[in-house]
């Protein structure tokens, strides 16, 4: 927030520098993000008195100016200034000075004759009417005759103020206008704080006879205050108010207007004023909006209105949105003779969503989204009545409509001194707790150590023995703090035992050359659709955001698949010929819906290969691999997952616990992604692998007896998982077994119509003998016997 230093001086006593000042208010708290110095762009300029005035011999437009600095010999400067006379008080830029326009100007010749400087007019030093009177005048600036000669320009135009923006931060909404910084100064500084007392005279008659005022909703408008002023005489504002809120950053417009946004600048409380020629019906209804309402804004704007919007209506239609902007047809204009004058208290969510659904913000939306105080708006109220007063600009009604349905009560909260040194560290004198506190306003005694503070509703910040001890601290001086030295034993940090995995896993996947990814945890509502999955499955089952960017960003993602085609997509439309990617995320599982408690978050991992070299075996290595690196005993079986390709995926079992799906992505679902090429993706669920307890390492010496080979070729039918036959020959092969290998399946001329031809190596150890042609012929025998149960038949 933009404030005069000037302006705070009306209300406080400043008796340090600037500099000084906003050092000192940024340790109570208050962050100073800038101090422009009024005025710091015009350097050499003075008001100087014309002494004698002369035609340049050269020139039939030019003058030779005789100057009157205020020291030394008159200067002589030459001007083609036709509106000056001998006695005029002008500016005058003197060599080597500076103007706001960016202008350097230097001693030099004109036509011949030497010229010391440059006599300014209004425009070139960037002045209005309301900064200078007559400084709109064709010709040169003619300054009032009782200005000092060889005064600088900055202190005749009274521009010899500072402009501090303070961060006001959102706890503290009090402190959003003038004198809620003007008490925070007086505190700091010590000094004493002037509030304005407003008074006024009022014309006799009634309010009532006037308006009828309702308000149909109490939760949303806690308060409404109401005045009526008559005969309007609509005029600027006088000088003073119209600097208060240029340098605020506001708009002077006319004296009516001015005050209301004076009085928002002053107390923080936004006001709004209506033609009060212009209510139908001689009614204000504070009411929610109706299904197909709309009104156009002060802007010039039409805003279509829904029923959860809050509006000032008249009797037939809405006049102002509440707490936002007023509506056009009921604006003070230059001939409104009545007004009806508005100080209230809306509830901030409402006004928040409002503009927002509405794409509107305004200073006093700002200030209501940040709260403002319900007692606050009688305050406001006053204060714009005694300056309507004040600058003679209307006539008052007697009367006020004032609707609520109750106040705040005053709030007390008792703690100990001791407790407060405490929670600071620091042993401040309770007589200084106490004197800090009610320097603030929060009236405070103590008795016995036990202190008691009523808290105003102005300050709803304060709820507790934290918060009287933070203003406590801030005021008495963060530097009493002594800094002590660290005490107790350090704990070295680690990683947590699913982290450690996690890059483990991240590895090994880079050493297999896949990129690990990052995407969003939230889809689409309908991105799943692509994935071809039934309408009963659980993975529909998702977790819907109350309030999303959009529909893209909508639903809380339980599989990671989508996200990973769409990256491949993405690349191999880029033309990228191939790629391997990972992504480590979570699945968020929904306990029930609608959700009543925190989703499960499921550690997964994601895997999406495309190109040339890839096909359904190169990323079933990878999930060996995967497998293997946690020491799970794996088992793959057919999977039947719509989004798969029918004859190429399968499902892992780790531990006899379903751990993984992978496979070539169905053509239709590719489709759908706009994948022109094969590409093959796995969804490995983390946290089965991750509860996988590690296999001990078991050392063995090294074998002292040959190994014996054999060969197994079989025939089964074309649907006998080749798994299958593997753990029949591991199951007959008991402990001689020492290592099997699928090394040939084969369909074609030979093999008769829906079978297949599968063959294993086999090797058969012994760790105390050399193996005899019995032993190895028994078990043997017991493979072919487990073979011919799983569906083989030994080819002869």
């Known amino acids: ?37 009024e005025g710091e762009n015009i350097v050499n300029v003075v008001a100087a008195k014309i002494v004698d005035l002369a035609p340049h011999e050269n020139s039939d437009h030019l003058q030779i100016c005789q100057m009157d600095i205020g020291k030394g ?52 030093l960037c002045l209005t009417e309301a900064d200078y009177e007559g400084a709109s005048v064709n010709g040169i600036l ?7 000669v060889g005064t600088d320009m900055r202190e005749v135009l009274g521009l010899d103020d500072y402009i501090i923006d303070f961060k006001i931060t959102a706890n503290r ?49 806690p308060r409404y205050m109401g005045r009526i002023v008559k005969n309007l ?202 004197s800090i506190l009610n320097s603030l306003q929060l009236p405070t005694t103590i008795k016995d150590g036990v202190i008691t503070c009523k808290v105003p509703s102005i300050r709803d910040d304060i709820e507790g023995r934290a918060d009287l001890a933070e203003e406590i601290m801030r005021i008495y001086g963060y530097d009493h703090i002594v800094g002590t030295a660290m005490r107790g034993n350090v704990a070295r940090g680690t990683k947590l035992p699913e982290r450690i995995k996690a890059d483990k896993l991240k590895a090994l996947l880079n050493g297999l050359g896949a ?13 799943i659709d692509a994935l071809l999955l039934d309408e009963n499955d659980e993975r529909r089952n998702a977790v819907k955001l109350l309030n999303p960017l959009g529909d893209e960003y909508s639903t809380m993602r339980t599989q990671l698949t989508t996200s990973m085609l769409t990256v491949l997509a993405t690349n191999a439309n880029r033309k990228i010929a191939d790629g391997r990617f990972f992504e480590i995320s979570k699945r968020f599982i929904p306990k029930s819906l609608p959700v009543t408690e925190q989703p499960d978050e499921l550690p997964t991992m994601s895997i999406g290969i495309y190109g040339k070299d890839e096909d359904f075996f190169t990323l079933k290595g990878i999930i060996e691999d995967v497998m293997k690196l946690f ?28 751990a993984a799906v992978f496979g070539e992505v169905h053509p239709t679902v590719a489709a759908n992604f706009e994948l022109e090429t094969k590409v093959y993706v796995a969804e490995v669920k983390l946290d089965v692998l991750y509860n996988i307890k590690k296999r001990k390492t078991v050392y063995k010496p090294l074998p002292k007896f040959p190994a014996v080979e054999r060969d197994f070729a079989m025939l089964c039918d074309i649907d006998t998982p080749v798994g299958a036959l593997e753990k029949a020959i591991i199951s007959g092969g008991s402990r001689l077994l020492e290592k099997v290998e699928l090394f040939d399946v084969y369909t074609g001329s030979q093999i008769p119509e829906g079978k297949k031809s599968v063959a294993f190596s086999v090797w058969f150890r012994s760790a105390d003998a050399t193996l005899t042609d019995a032993q190895i012929e028994e078990v043997s025998e017991r493979i072919i016997k487990k073979l011919e149960a799983a569906g083989g038949i030994l080819r002869k």
């Open 233 to 434: 005489r609509i005029k600027e504002s006088p000088v003073w108010m119209q600097k208060a809120l240029t340098k605020s950053g506001m708009r002077p417009i006319n004296n009516i207007v001015d005050i209301t946004n004076f009085v928002m600048l002053e107390t923080g409380q936004p006001m709004h004023a209506f033609n009060y020629d212009d209510l139908a019906n001689k009614q204000i209804i504070v009411r929610n909006a109706r299904d197909g309402e709309s009104i156009m804004t002060l802007d010039g704007k039409e805003y279509k209105l829904n029923p959860d919007m809050l509006v000032i209506a008249d009797g037939e239609k809405p006049s102002c949105l509440a707490g936002i902007m007023g509506g056009k047809e009921s604006e003070i204009e230059e001939d409104t003779k009545n007004l009806f004058l508005e100080s209230a208290k809306f509830r901030r969510d409402n006004v928040r969503h409002t503009g927002r659904a509405l794409g509107i913000r305004t200073e006093a939306s700002g200030r209501f989204e940040k709260g403002t105080d319900i007692l606050n708006v009688e305050f406001a109220m006053e204060r714009a009545l005694g300056l309507i007063y004040e600058l003679d600009a209307g006539d008052i009604i007697d009367g006020t409509l004032d609707k609520y349905e109750s106040l705040p009560e005053e709030r007390v909260l008792t703690v100990t001194a001791k407790s407060i040194t405490d929670l600071i560290g620091v042993e401040v004198p309770e007589e200084t707790m106490v």
């Open 142 to 148: 003619i300054l009032k005759p009782d200005v000092l």
């Open 515 to 527: 990129y690990e990814i990052a995407t969003y945890s939230f889809i689409g509502s309908k991105a």
């Open 631 to 658: 020491g799970a005993h794996t088992e793959y079986k057919r999977s039947a997952e719509p989004y798969l390709h029918p004859g190429r995926q399968a499902v892992v079992l780790a531990n006899n616990v379903e």
């Open 73 to 124: 010999e008159p200067i002589q400067i030459v001007t083609g200034a036709q509106n000056i006379s001998v006695g005029d008080i002008v500016p005058a830029a003197l060599n080597d000075s500076y103007l706001p326009n960016g202008a350097h100007i230097v001693a030099g010749k004109l036509r011949g004759v030497d010229s010391n400087g440059m006599l300014c007019s209004g425009e070139e």
């Open 173 to 221: 909404p009090d402190c959003n206008c003038f004198l809620g910084v003007a008490k925070e100064i007086g505190v700091v500084l010590g000094t004493k704080y002037n509030a304005p007392v407003p008074s006024y005279k009022t014309v006799g008659e009634s309010i009532t006879d006037y308006i009828d005022l309702k308000v149909e909703n109490y939760d949303l408008c």
């Open 1 to 37: 927030m933009k404030i005069s230093l000037n302006q705070l001086k009306n209300y406080v006593d400043i008796n340090v520098p600037v500099e000084e000042l906003c050092e000192r208010m940024v340790l109570a708290g208050f962050e100073v993000e800038s101090i422009e110095a």
